[in-house]
């Protein structure tokens, strides 16, 4: 029989090997960017996804406003600003200012997507419910559009304080 250790319920969630990091952008003139790991989806038809986000977060009030985010996946060169865009808030500063990242316009939404990501994901919102200590926003994806030789390889992935990439295909589908 495998030995298991049990562990508090709080710890266990940190087990999980990775969830994608994505960057959300919410707002029209006043724009934010936010870094989320609580992100899923929802549905395959519709497309639906939805994100997690803090009631205590800037990003909270605007995605309650806005009709609309975008939601835009970081290759590993943008560690950085991921970074930068989770630990400080734009109720103190401009993300995109700050980090130099280019707010580019939304095709079918009003909030702007990320240029340098290597997927954006225009979402209109759909709904929105709390569980626990977080809010979800659900989108359906009206618009989505991947840099060219799109290779998800160059993802970040993240969880438990670590930022990774995907590792080796064991088996196709
Ligand atoms: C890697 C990473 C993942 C994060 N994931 C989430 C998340 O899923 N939900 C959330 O509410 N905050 C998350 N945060 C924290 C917010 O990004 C952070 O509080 C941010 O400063 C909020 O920005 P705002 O106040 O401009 O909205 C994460 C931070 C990091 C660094």
């Known amino acids: 029989m495998t030995v298991k250790t049990e562990m508090?319920?709080?710890r266990g969630i940190r087990t999980f090997p990775a969830f994608p990091v994505v960057l959300a952008v919410v707002g029209k003139e006043e724009k934010n960017i936010i870094?989320?790991?609580l992100v899923h989806v929802f549905s395959f038809n519709p497309p639906l996804i939805g994100?997690?986000?803090m009631p205590s977060r800037y990003s909270h009030e605007l995605l309650h406003r806005s009709p609309d985010f975008s939601i835009n996946i970081p290759g590993k060169e943008l560690v950085e600003e991921?970074?930068?865009c989770g630990e400080r808030s734009g109720k103190e500063l401009n993300k995109f200012e700050e980090?130099?990242?280019t707010p580019a316009p939304g095709k079918r939404i009003d909030s702007p997507v990320?240029?340098?990501c290597i997927v954006n994901l225009e979402c209109r919102k759909v709904q929105t419910f709390d569980t626990g200590d977080h809010t979800w926003f659900v989108g359906e994806v009206v618009c989505a559009q991947t840099v060219e030789n799109f290779d998800r390889e160059r993802a970040l992935i993240y969880w438990a304080g670590e930022?990774?990439?995907l590792g080796e295909i064991i088996r196709g589908r």
Do not use: C, M
């Open 114 to 116: 990320i240029e340098e």
């Open 51 to 53: 994100i997690g986000v």
């Open 8 to 10: 508090n319920p709080v």
């Open 99 to 101: 980090t130099g990242l």
């Open 35 to 37: 870094t989320l790991a």
């Open 82 to 84: 991921v970074i930068f």
């Open 163 to 165: 930022f990774r990439t």
